[in-house]
């Protein structure tokens, strides 16, 4: 069974802290990691994405990896804004499909 | 360029009753996938449809059902609806497989 595990499951950090949230995954065949965030009651906002060729990629404050062979995905947010508080979710992908497996998520709070 | 649009946005249905719900994608996207999302099991992918085929179908029982357009709007079915069906449902979208998907701000069905 594919299994997406997301360490912590919630967070609360002050404002300017950087974070480094955790996603490890169980089949190492997966085609690519995204990384989405969710605002109380919203749909998702997809944040990054990297391909299984790919070992990271970075937007503005955020930096993700990607290490398949240990099953692990991290996502770094530098200098952490009360804006950033929401949850943050990581999904693996099928090669050759648009199926995401997601994690539970990690519960952010960033408090002035 | 416009979202992804979903509706409706809310719905409130009775248990046996059934419901549809809709999805337009990004102009140009061809690939709709949808995902049910409860507090209990979280995001779990129930179909993808691509160029009005579909690809691939999650773990739901036959009371779930979808269809893709020509014009590669979506429409997802549920028929005699139960309590566990109270979700908040997402559509996404991308342009081909294995690409960053968009979500739209979902359907939050309550059955009652």
């Known amino acids: 069974k594919q299994e997406v595990t997301q360490i912590p499951a919630a967070l609360s950090v002050p404002e300017g802290e950087n974070l480094v949230l955790n996603c490890s995954f169980t089949?190492?065949?997966?085609?690519?990691l995204q990384w989405f965030r969710q605002d109380p009651g919203k749909g998702l906002t997809s944040l990054l994405l990297i391909q299984s060729s790919q070992r990271e990629q970075t937007s503005g404050r955020l930096n993700a990896s990607l290490d398949k062979s240990s099953g692990r995905s991290t996502l770094y947010i530098a200098a952490s804004q009360p804006g950033d508080s929401a949850t943050y979710l990581c999904?693996?992908?099928?090669?050759?499909?648009?199926?995401?497996?997601f994690g539970a998520g990690t519960r952010l709070a960033v408090h002035p | 360029k416009a979202g992804v649009t979903q509706t409706p946005r809310y719905l409130i249905k009775t248990r046996g009753q059934q419901v549809t719900l809709s999805c337009s994608p990004i102009s140009g996207h061809r690939s709709v996938s949808w995902y049910q999302q409860t507090p209990g099991q979280g995001l779990q992918f129930l179909f993808e449809y691509f160029s009005e085929t579909q690809r691939n179908k999650g773990n739901f029982p036959g009371r779930f059902s979808g269809r893709q357009f020509s014009n590669s709007r979506s429409e997802m079915n549920v028929s005699t609806l139960e309590l566990g069906d109270s979700a908040l449902y997402l559509c996404?979208?991308?342009?081909?497989?294995?690409?960053?998907?968009?979500f739209g701000p979902g359907t939050r069905l309550l059955v009652l």
């Open positions: 996404a979208s991308s342009f081909w497989v294995e690409e960053t998907q968009y």
């Open positions: 999904a693996w992908g099928w090669g050759g499909y648009n199926k995401l497996i």
């Open positions: 089949d190492s065949a997966i085609y690519n």
